[in-house]
């Protein structure tokens, strides 16, 4: 994983949120669409270490490969990194942002930070970059928001929202890291982390969305075995 850093002047030591993680055991942020997609699939990725590469997945590694190769743009009141590495010691969660945008505001807002060698006070706006269109339900919005969360521990500031840009459409859509969000991202990496512990590969649940998943030929859900599925809810449940 890259070492690029964020450019800003970290919270005093003591001023950092209580942290119950550390380096070692910090989940992908990036896996965390897998997660929202089906656990299943989180657990095989990222338990089993099963990866099918199909046509949807290729075309998303090839858009990122280009987002990773690290560049930064400077305009007047714009800063713009790709690659910055974050995490979240408090909630275990690490990884490369696609792009983070740092707009230059003076409006007095105490979200506002300093930047390493610039004048004035700086907003931090992640961006994510997918290569498909807006999806039905929000696993882009989650991996956004956890980007978020690691973004608010490293500089001791709220952020409001970001962006994930649709390579399809060429549009970016604009999204609030509300409440509802944040505690949907905070409860799947809940759920992440006990499944890693326990070494969980929760049971197939065969429905629409397995026909676009690339690791159907590994999963075979339609021959979901009923006892495995009682032998897991009885594993989870301790
Ligand atoms: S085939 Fe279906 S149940 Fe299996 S991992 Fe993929 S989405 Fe999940």
Redesign the pocket.
Do not use: D, T
């Given at each position: 994983m890259s070492a690029c850093l964020l450019p800003v002047t970290m919270p005093a030591a003591g001023s950092s949120l209580l942290s119950m993680f550390d380096e070692e055991n910090c989940i992908q942020i990036s896996g965390l669409q897998h997660l929202a997609?089906?656990?299943?699939?989180w657990g095989?990725i990222h338990i089993d270490q099963e990866w099918e590469e199909n046509q949807l997945t290729a075309e998303g590694r090839n858009l990122h490969e280009r987002v990773d190769e690290g560049y930064q743009e400077f305009r007047k009141g714009l800063r713009q990194y790709s690659g910055l590495y974050v995490k979240s010691l408090k909630f275990g969660i690490n990884g490369r942002t696609d792009l983070i945008e740092a707009i230059k505001s003076d409006d007095g807002a105490c979200n506002k930070i300093q930047m390493l060698g610039l004048e004035g006070r700086w907003s931090l706006y992640p961006v994510e970059f997918k290569r498909g269109k807006p999806k039905s339900y929000d696993a882009d919005y989650i991996q956004l928001c956890a980007q978020a969360l690691c973004l608010e521990e490293m500089t001791g500031t709220e952020k409001n929202s970001g962006a994930v840009f649709y390579w399809q459409i060429r549009k970016r859509t604009e999204v609030e890291f509300d409440t509802r969000l944040r505690e949907k991202t905070i409860s799947l990496i809940m759920l992440a982390h006990e499944l890693l512990e326990k070494g969980l590969v929760p049971p197939?649940?065969?429905?629409q969305?397995?026909r676009s998943?690339?690791?159907?030929e590994?999963?075979?859900?339609k021959k979901l075995n009923q006892s495995r599925l009682i032998s897991y809810r009885q594993e989870l449940l301790g």
């Open positions: 997609f089906c656990k299943r699939q095989l197939p649940e065969y429905a969305h397995c998943c690339s690791l159907l590994v999963c075979m859900p």
